[in-house]
């Protein structure tokens, strides 16, 4: 198993910044692709952004040139540097792990941090 532990939400103004950072933990070995997603009050979860074991990133079209993911290998933990913010940034925003091993893909979700933006 694979725990995830996001931390850096809260509540912030418009254009204001936040850093949330995901840190993985168990049994890590195999997981290449972690991400962040997000869910709006009333809303399904949507991708926010992904970066993958070799650096290569993807990011919703809202929060591109906003946003920012990156990762540190040797902590095993992603962060999502959030500029700009808007009220429509706001949700629960959830970190995800994709692990492969043997062939085998198994997707892992953190609890989740709300980020909370006021207009």
């Known amino acids: 198993q694979v725990q995830l532990v996001e931390s850096g939400g809260g509540l912030v103004q418009a254009g204001g910044s936040f850093r949330l950072s995901c840190a993985a933990s168990?049994?890590?070995?195999?997981?290449?692709?972690m991400g962040w997603h997000r869910q709006a009050p009333g809303k399904q979860r949507e991708l926010v952004a992904t970066?993958?074991?070799?650096?290569?990133?993807n990011y919703e079209n809202s929060v591109k040139e906003r946003f920012t993911i990156s990762r540190d290998s040797a902590k095993n933990t992603v962060y999502l540097k959030m500029d700009s913010l808007k009220p429509e940034d706001t949700g629960v925003y959830y970190c995800?792990?994709?692990?492969?091993?043997?062939?085998?893909?198994?997707?892992?979700w953190g609890q989740g941090t709300q980020v909370t933006v006021s207009s």
């Open positions: 995800r792990a994709d692990r492969i091993r043997l062939g085998v893909k198994n997707t892992y």
């Open positions: 168990g049994s890590i070995f195999g997981i290449n692709a």
């Open positions: 970066i993958t074991s070799g650096g290569s990133t």
